[in-house]
């Protein structure tokens, strides 16, 4: 574990170069010659030629090896910049000499807002030692009493203080990968918001969701928006691993241990060592894998195939699942100790049916994506988009990706009618029972609203067809008491 030393150059350490006599050693100086650093990593906004002759100074004070990182700052005290900037600082030393290495911010150079912002790094995103020089009294360890800080929060009210308030609240700044989820919906907006707080805490993360909901994506995000997110991300669909080939295959394997090695191979494990390893279907692992899968996390270590040697591993686990694992550990399918080792922070995606608004919005922003792909322009007639917007979508995100797909391949006008769209849309998967056979369990996938959809969509083109188009005798034929309220329904199932 390597100790480091992260600091802004301040005008006292400047001064100190010639004249010592006055301001002493300055703050870095004296914390580089009290305390030990294997680096030291100091940030400025001063011209080269006063930075140089600094850098050599101090290499006089104490050997060590020290590095620089030259901010561009349009003040020093604005507070994104000065974030923004040590934020990257702090994150470079991560993947330059390890995410397990101590971190100490020293306060006392540069200006309050640097320090300040040193305080909330190490209070939210990244954990550090604070350190404080003087003249007068050497080098202090700083404590920060942060609960008085929430009386001070409500007051803050400007833009740059909403962002630092942000800081406070442990909320990191919005990753790019987290601005592709599309959504608006109260109940994505808590799992992405908490999908956002959990990402730069290096703990393991278990997502739940039905198929096709986005588990992979949100992964991603959360890899991004991590402490390295410029590590490897390993995706493993657990399922589709045949069992005599999963130790390998995770765990890595020497040349001839077995019949067809024909060369040494890592295995996922180590393939995502200092990134995340994103284990999907978790749930589809035998229970011999999941003890060796849950010893291989306790130790921090994996034994590759072939080998008496164990390899160290530093890897962040997001692991995911459509069942629910706390059925699975009930009847036995799922070892309890290994649910609670990654189910530190749980995140469960809802099903498309289950988020209010954000249908539309997926539509438009899939269709767009769809068309750039296949390079055309389409849109969509009312029907079709009021048929979309009924669907109750059981194969969820993947399942309206793929049904946009269909439509646009095979579209031959610039706008997509009802027609089309409903010959795109693949039928509901619900179990046929034989007359008779009213004990017959329900499919796994069966879905209520598809076959009450599909049950009032026939009937509507039925009675439309007999009617002649007559609305008004149509919807005496279905029962409707005024075809105002046949408007309404062949408006909500797309019946042109």
Request: charged share 25%; aromatic share 6%; hydrophobic share 45%.
């Given at each position: 574990m390597k100790k480091i030393l992260i600091s802004w150059i301040g005008r006292t350490d400047l001064r100190a170069v010639t004249e010592v006599g006055i301001v002493g050693l300055g703050p870095i100086a004296q914390?580089?010659?009290?305390?030990?650093?294997?680096?030291?990593?100091?940030l400025n906004n001063f011209p080269e030629v006063a930075v140089k002759p600094y850098l050599r100074w101090l290499n006089?004070?104490?050997?060590?090896?020290?590095?620089?990182?030259?901010?561009?700052?349009?003040?020093?005290?604005?507070?994104?910049?000065?974030?923004?900037?040590?934020?990257?600082?702090?994150?470079?030393?991560?993947?330059?000499?390890?995410s397990d290495s101590?971190?100490?911010?020293?306060?006392?150079?540069?200006?309050?807002?640097?320090?300040?912002v040193w305080i909330l790094i190490a209070a939210g995103r990244h954990?550090?030692?604070?350190?404080?020089?003087?003249?007068?009294?050497?080098?202090?360890?700083?404590?920060?009493?942060?609960?008085?800080?929430?009386?001070?929060?409500?007051?803050?009210?400007?833009?740059?203080?909403?962002s630092m308030l942000e800081r406070f609240a442990a909320l990191p700044p919005n990753a790019p990968a987290f601005e592709e989820i599309?959504?608006?919906?109260?109940?994505?907006?808590?799992?992405?918001?908490r999908a956002r707080r959990v990402a730069p805490r290096n703990l393991p993360v278990l997502i739940e969701g039905e198929s096709g909901t986005g588990k992979e994506l949100l992964a991603r995000a959360i890899h991004v928006g991590g402490l390295i997110p410029s590590g490897p991300f390993v995706a493993v669909n657990c399922g589709a691993i045949p069992e005599n080939l999963m130790e390998s295959e995770f765990f890595g394997h020497k040349k001839g241990s077995f019949t067809g090695a024909a060369c040494d191979r890592k295995g996922h494990f180590l393939e995502a060592d200092g990134g995340t390893l994103f284990l999907d279907e978790i749930g589809e692992l035998p229970l011999a894998m999941?003890?060796?899968?849950?010893?291989?996390?306790?130790?921090?270590?994996?034994?590759?195939?072939?080998?008496?040697?164990?390899?160290?591993?530093?890897?962040?686990?997001?692991?995911?699942?459509?069942?629910?694992?706390?059925?699975?550990?009930?009847?036995?399918?799922?070892?309890?100790?290994?649910?609670?080792?990654?189910?530190?922070?749980?995140?469960r995606l809802p099903a498309l049916r289950e988020r209010q608004g954000d249908v539309g919005l997926l539509i438009d922003k899939l269709l767009a994506q769809v068309s750039s792909e296949l390079a055309v322009k389409l849109s969509l007639s009312p029907g079709a988009r009021a048929l979309l917007l009924a669907h109750s979508w059981p194969g969820n995100?993947?399942?309206?990706?793929?049904?946009?797909?269909?439509?646009?391949?095979?579209?031959?006008?610039?706008?997509?009618s009802t027609t089309e769209l409903r010959e795109a849309i693949l039928p509901a998967r619900t179990l046929k029972s034989m007359p008779g056979d009213e004990t017959a369990p329900l499919a796994e996938s069966f879905s209520l609203p598809d076959v009450l959809a599909d049950v009032?969509?026939?009937?509507?083109?039925?009675?439309?067809?007999q009617a002649g188009g007559n609305k008004t005798k149509a919807s005496k034929l279905l029962g409707l008491p005024n075809y105002q309220t046949l408007d309404n329904w062949l408006k909500k199932y797309g019946v042109e």
């Open positions: 914390a580089v010659r009290d305390i030990s650093f294997d680096r030291v990593v100091l006089g004070i104490k050997s060590v090896v020290v590095s620089t990182n030259k901010a561009a700052l349009t003040s020093p005290t604005n507070f994104a910049e000065i974030y923004e900037a040590s934020v990257a600082a702090v994150q470079k030393c991560l993947i330059d000499y390890g101590e971190l100490t911010f020293h306060l006392s150079p540069g200006t309050p807002a640097m320090a300040a954990p550090a030692n604070l350190i404080e020089s003087s003249r007068e009294q050497g080098v202090n360890v700083v404590t920060i009493p942060f609960e008085i800080a929430a009386e001070y929060l409500p007051r803050l009210s400007e833009k740059h203080d909403q599309i959504h608006q919906s109260d109940t994505m907006k808590r799992v992405v918001e999941q003890a060796r899968l849950l010893r291989a996390l306790q130790q921090g270590e994996v034994t590759p195939v072939g080998s008496s040697k164990s390899v160290p591993f530093k890897t962040r686990i997001i692991a995911a699942t459509n069942r629910n694992l706390m059925d699975e550990v009930a009847v036995g399918r799922f070892r309890e100790d290994l649910f609670y080792r990654l189910a530190v922070a749980t995140l995100v993947r399942e309206l990706l793929n049904t946009l797909h269909r439509v646009v391949a095979w579209c031959e006008d610039a706008t997509i009032a969509r026939k009937n509507l083109e039925k009675a439309m067809k």
